[in-house]
């Protein structure tokens, strides 16, 4: 789903509607995927007033969302261009807050939800983008919870102290998290949405991980981290290599007068691409006689946009005005000191242009990426041409041998501009060798292929076993000893409604059982369950180790089951209960329940008014009393732990008991993520459907976890017949 569709419309000489593909490079990015996934594109398709049929173009589904031209003066140039693009943007331009644009943007979020939830399979994955749609996720999930939601923000994220201005601050940032995967260009922009979620929110956040609430009183993870996007090199440096094009090129030196330089800068006119600061420290150059019109030209490409936006007309007579002064000043009736053109060009025009430039001027006050620095130098095979780059720009995270610049600051930028002139042709090289290399190894293909991987990985809707992860299996079973940790519910075991009736899929089991009798192997569970009620589940006679309540209750070997509480924990828990009983106590249909080192404050039975005031107070009160207990919510249950563990602790432990040299971990919970976080780069996680994940592989359900355990065991065994996995012994 993005704002606007990836075709534009026109109407043929007979009357009838036709479409053709705009060439952007998500589009080409996407495209194989979404013709392969039955996938359909939810957007605006660029005209007011106006209802299309869904259609199919190229194999895929067009599903055009309508907008009336009110709509697109509130939701779309009021508040995304007007109030949510200043603000993202640092306010380089003051953002207007008007409640009538809020209202329109709520309505039109809300027509896009309900567009993608009428089209989307069971299960589907959903990828929402950007800033005119961030309250498209939660609306989503409350109307199709099956779906998996990605949510991509191609523009900054601004900090708090910019962001907290926002009269509806709360509200975007609600509509975001109910995406299970939010991606961010740079990793500045996802630490500044955790800070503002934990700011408004208060949610913990660990590393990209956030534990939210949903509003049915689910927790639920989602990941928020950055993804720098990027466009399709190989196709700009085809086009680039094309004879044609290199003559065109050529021409365009010529009909400037082939002047010793050519700068270029290409942007859409707008205020964050510090159009103002680059003609201004070219000015100064030219003023003082640094440069001079004989030997320097500038070309500036500025793309009509957003001609209807106040700021944006008062900035096209600003940068007109500052072109004219500059050529009335310099240029001469050979040479002119700027060739201003306000259009847009086609991509082989486009690529003409970088293959001419000999230095390109990306001077964004402010950019989420700036996809012209990768196009310039994508389209330099000749590996030439010096790259002047903002570090506000994304881009400049990743493209370091740039020449990187401060635009605010005039005498920086100036000295930038001299450094690439006069920087000789060895050193042009090797800074653009190095930047080609960076450009080409992440494209726009890897970039997308990395968001959907975190997001659901393909194996979660397609049912068997990766190609990949089967040789990752073969690769692990060769270590000498192995320890292979599961989850049982959703992992092992469907889940079911009541915990006594879980049972471990057949396949599961055998196999379960043939690694309990390899040489070398321990086989552990590790639950969220308390002990007992993992007992029922396997026998630890079996010589299976259990580690239960997320580790809080291990079961090893030969070791004791009880945990014993120091004195400091049992006072926490007395504590506890005093607190519990005094809020509990006095409302009907609640109840405590006494756990291994803690208590559950169940509310199932009161009614929601008092479940959710009693769980508020409750909350509010242990951490004021004992801050820093661990509080993990559930449906209807509070749990409160005078001892910290997570299944990643457990797994910690399991490891270092049994001494293995390499861990296999399998898991389908939030709470599994804590153990996929405890891997090293031998081990191998395993995650069980779809939600985002760190860990490396992904499978459906328990019945493709019994095939993978069937594998490992498969190659352990062979592995043990020919005496690979025991080691020099048995050589
Ligand atoms: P934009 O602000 O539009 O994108 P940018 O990333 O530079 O900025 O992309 C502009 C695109 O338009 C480039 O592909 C460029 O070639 C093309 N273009 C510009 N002027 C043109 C002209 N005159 N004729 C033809 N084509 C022209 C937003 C964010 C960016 C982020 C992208 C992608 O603001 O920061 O990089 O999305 O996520």
């Not at 086009?239 to 065109?248: T, V, Y």
């Not at 025009?349 to 990306?362: G, H, K, N, Q, S």
């Amino acid at each position: 789903m993005s704002n606007r569709l990836p075709v534009d419309h026109f109407v043929n000489d007979d009357g009838t509607d036709g479409w053709s593909t705009s060439p952007g490079g998500l589009v080409t990015a996407l495209e194989p995927l979404m013709r392969a996934s039955d996938g359909a594109w939810v957007g605006w398709p660029g005209v007011a007033d106006k209802e299309f049929e869904p259609f199919e173009n190229d194999g895929i589904s067009i599903v055009p969302v309508t907008l009336s031209s009110a709509e697109l003066e509130e939701y779309y140039e009021g508040f995304s261009n007007d109030t949510l693009w200043p603000l993202y943007h640092d306010v380089i331009s003051p953002p207007a807050f008007h409640r009538e644009w809020w209202e329109a943007y709520v309505r039109v979020n809300r027509r896009f939800a309900e567009a993608a939830a009428a089209v989307a399979a069971t299960g589907a994955t959903v990828w929402v983008h950007d800033y005119q749609l961030q309250l498209v996720p939660r609306m989503l999930r409350s109307l199709r919870p099956d779906v998996v939601i990605g949510f991509f923000n191609h523009i900054p994220f601004p900090p708090y102290g910019i962001y907290s201005q926002l009269p509806w601050r709360k509200q975007i940032l609600d509509g975001l998290l109910g995406a299970d995967l939010i991606g961010f260009q740079r990793i500045a922009d996802a630490g500044n949405f955790t800070r503002a979620v934990r700011r408004l929110f208060g949610y913990a956040t660990r590393g990209a991980a956030i534990d939210v609430v949903d509003p049915d009183g689910r927790p639920r993870r989602v990941i928020a981290k950055q993804f720098p996007i990027s466009i399709d090199a190989a196709s700009f440096e085809n086009l680039a290599r094309r004879p044609d094009i290199q003559e065109r090129a050529k021409q365009i030196r010529e009909d400037l007068g082939n002047p010793k330089t050519i700068m270029l800068g290409v942007d859409r006119l707008d205020y964050t691409k510090g159009i103002g600061h680059r003609i201004k420290a070219y000015g100064e150059l030219l003023r003082e006689g640094r440069l001079s019109v004989e030997d320097v030209t500038l070309v500036q490409v500025a793309s009509p946009s957003r001609e209807r936006v106040g700021a944006y007309m008062a900035l096209r007579d600003e940068i007109e005005l500052a072109v004219g002064r500059l050529n009335g000043d310099y240029s001469t009736i050979s040479n002119s000191a700027i060739s201003y053109y306000h259009r847009g060009y086609p991509r082989e025009e486009m690529a003409a242009l970088y293959l001419a430039a000999d230095v390109m001027l990306v001077t964004a006050l402010r950019d989420g990426m700036n996809l012209v620095a990768k196009e310039y130098v994508a389209a330099r095979f000749d590996a030439d041409g010096v790259l002047v780059l903002s570090e506000f720009a994304g881009a400049s995270d990743e493209l370091k041998q740039a020449i990187l610049i401060n635009p605010h600051d005039i005498e920086g930028v100036k000295n930038a501009i001299m450094q690439a002139v006069e920087m000789p042709k060895r050193e042009r090289s090797r800074r653009m060798r190095a930047l080609r290399k960076r450009v080409f190894d992440n494209d726009v293909a890897t970039w997308s292929a990395s968001f959907l991987e975190t997001l659901t990985g393909g194996a979660a809707v397609q049912g068997g076993v990766p190609e990949n992860l089967v040789s990752a299996l073969r690769e692990l079973s060769a270590n000498e000893t192995l320890l292979v940790a599961l989850d049982f519910d959703g992992t092992l075991a469907p889940h079911v409604d009541e915990p006594d009736d879980a049972r471990a899929v057949e396949g599961a089991q055998d196999a379960v059982k043939r690694l309990l009798e390899l040489p070398g192997v321990r086989v552990a569970l590790v639950s969220g369950r308390a002990l007992v009620s993992l007992r029922q589940v396997a026998d630890p006679a079996d010589g299976v180790l259990l580690a239960g309540s997320h580790g809080i209750e291990v079961q090893l070997d030969d070791s004791g089951l009880e945990i014993d509480l120091d004195s400091a924990e049992l006072e926490q828990l007395e504590t506890l209960a005093r607190v519990l009983e005094r809020i509990s106590g006095p409302v009907a249909g609640t109840w405590i329940e006494k756990k291994p080192a803690g208590l559950a404050l169940h509310t199932r039975q009161a009614t929601p008014e008092d479940g959710i005031g009693v769980q508020r107070e409750a909350k509010a009160q242990v951490e004021e009393l004992l801050p820093g207990l661990t509080i993990r919510d559930g449906k209807n249950v509070l749990e409160f732990s005078v001892r910290a563990s997570t299944k990643g602790d457990a797994l910690a432990q399991l490891r270092e008991h049994t001494g293995a040299d390499a861990v296999f971990y399998a898991g389908d919970d939030v709470t599994d993520e804590d153990a996929f976080a405890e891997l090293g780069p031998d081990d191998l996680g395993l995650k069980i459907g779809p939600g985002a994940s760190g860990a490396r592989f992904r499978v459906r359900g328990p019945e493709e976890v019994a095939q993978v355990l069937a594998l490992l065991a498969d190659f352990r065994a062979s592995a043990d017949a020919h005496g690979e996995a025991n080691g020099p012994s048995a050589e």
